[in-house]
């Protein structure tokens, strides 16, 4: 089974995409974002699902409006990833049957997200929340609601934010910079992975 991690690769360029793809997905993290505010998105985005789309999950990130909804779809990409929560941006990405993470802060903004259709929700900056935040909000969500931590989160602390609830996370900077080669990508997520692994277990246990 796909490890619950979205790999956010923030700044990358086309020319750089497929080969930093590759090293994150053989690390075991199957679910790639490209951040609408790097350059040339959508052909990185383009690039990646024609060369990964088999194998992996691609699409957005930073997506604030309907009509981006589009062009990610058309690029190829088939998720959308949101710093907060749009039911239009949301309705948009679901009426293409591409699957929908939003940003939420608050039990209002992950209501309306569910309500709107979210595949899942992305606590954001969960830094800012908090595990305790966090297991407040976790407590009145639906019973199979999906919530990942994006924002502060990190080797450090998956065992805690694990066994807190949290079902998954978004790996940014700790995961890939601009500048950096694939194989220093491919080292840093299998740390990663490897440390998501460890923290599941003891959540587990």
């Known amino acids: ?88 941006v949301i309705e948009a990405t679901r009426r293409l049957d591409m699957h929908s993470w939003p940003g939420v802060l608050t039990p209002s903004e992950a209501f309306d997200a569910l309500e709107a259709g979210a595949t899942g929700l992305k606590l954001f900056p969960a830094v800012q929340v908090g595990i305790a935040g966090m297991q407040a909000l976790r407590a009145v969500l639906p019973d199979g609601s999906r919530l ?20 998954g996370a978004g790996l940014g900077s700790a995961l890939y910079r601009p500048g950096q080669s694939p194989a220093q990508v491919g080292e840093q997520a299998r740390a990663l992975v490897a440390a998501w692994r460890a923290a599941d277990g003891e959540a587990s246990t």
């Open 148 to 167: 990942f931590a994006v924002g502060g989160i990190g080797v450090g602390d998956f065992a805690a934010w694990r066994a807190a609830g949290v079902d």
């Open 1 to 88: 089974m796909s490890l619950p991690l979205i790999g956010i690769l923030r700044g990358i360029t086309p020319d750089d995409a497929v080969a930093v793809g590759e090293a994150v997905l053989a690390a075991g993290i199957a679910t790639l974002e490209v951040p609408l505010n790097s350059p040339e998105p959508l052909a990185s985005i383009r690039r990646l699902a024609e060369a990964l789309g088999d194998r992996a999950l691609v699409g957005a990130g930073t997506v604030l409006h309907p009509n981006q909804v589009s062009e990610v779809h058309a690029a190829g990409g088939r998720l959308v990833v949101s710093p907060n929560c749009r039911p239009a």
